[in-house]
């Protein structure tokens, strides 16, 4: 079941403009001096940054104004996702999941699950994460959590682990296989008896936040809590990861012109030799490789957005885009570090957190094999460009 794209329901232009000029003032004003203490102390402090989200209405971007949150379109909310990207990894990737996963329910859900959850997401007051990946298998056909039916009820047996968001989720959206053949989503809530959850270690980049392991043994939930018809689990992730990835994408982009930014100021003030490192060939060269990956980004999010604000699917264009966006924001990472120099590779410029808070990218979503498979397997099956550019078809 998919919710019809309903235009009429978006955001104006002044009303988004309004909102995003809140959001921003919010970010560096609020939310980036947290930095230097969530990395280290290596947690995020909730009870700062709640009310400063709750306020701007951060957890409710992307649900549906009918059900209480601001309803913007995928093109409107890009650009919010970019700027969080460019401050600790951490706030970003709560803000990410809780808004990727909020959009996948308003989709994805049938009107009661949306009139029950919905307005308590928009709010945050629930949050949904995402139970996906297994220590010991893959996705989709080879899933070992189990989902049987007991008469009204499901009865989930397994393990999933790096569980983004794990120790915030009020609710597990949990892709599991209902027969030997098909797979479910099925909406886990916190609190059910069997459910225990465990935190891993921390990551190496986008400190703080939680990455936790799930282990279902003998879970009760209603069937009601399923998302969907039976069976269309591998249905449902595939629309679910399809827009998230251009989110990821979009994340790459604020993270890379953050890193853009500090590699222009520092080129403009760093003398050596009598000069400005700016006006070195080699410096230039740096900052033109950046802005080109930049804004061949920047084209590739607006694509994806405009496509699928007007209904449209776009398979190979998100696995591109992310795929695209990840090889981008480590190449002008890298450039950013040969910029600054030695001063980058310590905690006195941010460029060393962004550095390794952009290889969250490369995994989030699906690892850069799985976009290469995606977008390929898209193409062989058919897909073809818009007629704008389409050249001539094999």
């Avoid at 449902?236 to 930014?261: C, D, K, P, Y």
């Amino acid at each position: 079941m998919y919710r019809s794209v309903n235009r009429e329901d978006e955001v104006d232009d002044q009303d988004h403009h309004r909102l995003k000029e809140r959001v921003f003032a919010a970010i560096w004003d609020e939310l980036a001096p947290l930095e230097a203490a969530i990395e280290d102390d290596e947690s995020l402090p909730y009870e700062k940054m709640w009310p400063v989200l709750e306020r701007v209405g951060a957890f409710g971007f992307l649900v549906p104004r009918e059900y209480g949150g601001h309803g913007l379109s995928i093109r409107q909310y890009l650009p919010i996702i970019a700027e969080f990207a460019k401050i600790q990894g951490a706030i970003r990737v709560l803000v990410h999941v809780h808004n990727s996963f909020a959009h996948a329910l308003s989709e994805l859900a049938d009107e009661d699950q949306r009139r029950t959850l919905l307005p308590g997401l928009a709010r945050g007051e629930n949050s949904i994460a995402f139970a996906l990946t297994e220590p010991e298998r893959g996705t989709g056909a080879d899933l070992g959590t189990t989902a049987r039916r007991h008469g009204d009820e499901y009865v989930l047996d397994g393990r999933k682990w790096l569980i983004t968001n794990s120790d915030i989720a009020s609710h597990f959206l949990v892709l599991a296989k209902t027969s030997e053949a098909e797979v479910s989503s099925i909406l886990v809530e916190r609190d059910r008896p069997g459910l225990t959850i465990e935190s891993l270690p921390e990551t190496m980049g986008c400190k703080g936040g939680q990455h936790g392991e799930l282990t279902f043994h003998g879970v009760r939930v209603p069937v009601r809590n399923r998302v969907g018809e039976e069976g269309q689990g591998q249905a449902n992730l595939e629309r679910a990861l399809e827009i998230s990835r251009v989110f990821i994408a979009a994340s790459s982009l604020g993270t890379g012109q953050r890193a853009f930014e500090l590699s222009l100021r520092h080129a403009r003030q760093r003398v050596t030799f009598g000069k400005p490192i700016a006006q070195r060939q080699a410096i230039q060269r740096y900052l033109a490789e950046m802005a080109m990956d930049l804004q061949a980004l920047r084209l590739m999010l607006e694509d994806c957005a405009v496509k699928w604000d007007a209904g449209q699917r776009i398979p190979a264009e998100a696995s591109l885009c992310k795929l695209f966006g990840l090889e981008a924001v480590g190449r002008v990472t890298d450039r950013a570090l040969l910029v600054h120099g030695g001063i980058g590779y310590t905690r006195k410029h941010p460029i060393e957190r962004l550095y390794r808070d952009a290889r969250l990218n490369w995994l989030e979503e699906g690892t850069p094999t799985i976009q290469h498979l995606v977008a390929a397997r898209e193409f062989l099956d058919g897909h073809w460009w818009s007629d704008d550019f389409s050249g001539v078809r094999p």
